[in-house]
């Protein structure tokens, strides 16, 4: 099972940008499906971003745009650039893998998963 480590989160005022970085702790040249999710309080959780081998990269309507998710393999890392941030945005966001396309849109919790990174934008 690949370990995640994420980090980046914190606290931004409303307009301002964040950085998520998620580092796998195999190679990031075998994983290619993945993705970016996040819950807010009292809300389900729901996929922001994703790269996968079938649908290549997607977004979620509320974030296209203003986030980027993106891919670093010289540094083993993806990242989750977001922008123009709102306060809608403030979620834990956890990153994701699985080992193939099929389990990556069919089974939306299997997989390996980041321990989650708390953003907090202030209006």
């Known amino acids: 099972q690949v370990q995640l480590v994420e980090s980046g989160g914190g606290l931004v005022q409303a307009g301002g940008s964040l950085r998520l970085s998620c580092t796998p702790s195999g190679s990031i040249f075998s994983i290619d499906n993945m993705g970016w999710y996040r819950q807010a309080p009292g809300k389900k959780r729901e996929l922001v971003a994703s790269?996968?081998?079938?649908?290549?990269?997607t977004y979620a309507d509320s974030v296209k745009g203003r986030f980027t998710f993106s891919r670093d393999n010289a540094k083993n890392t993806f990242y989750l650039q977001m922008n123009s941030l709102k306060p809608e945005d403030t979620a834990v966001y956890y990153c994701?893998?699985?080992?193939?396309?099929?389990?990556?849109?069919?089974?939306?919790?299997?997989?390996?998963w980041g321990q989650g990174t708390q953003v907090t934008v202030s209006s």
């Open positions: 790269i996968t081998r079938g649908r290549g990269t």
């Open positions: 994701r893998v699985a080992d193939s396309d099929y389990v990556f849109w069919t089974y939306g919790s299997s997989g390996s």
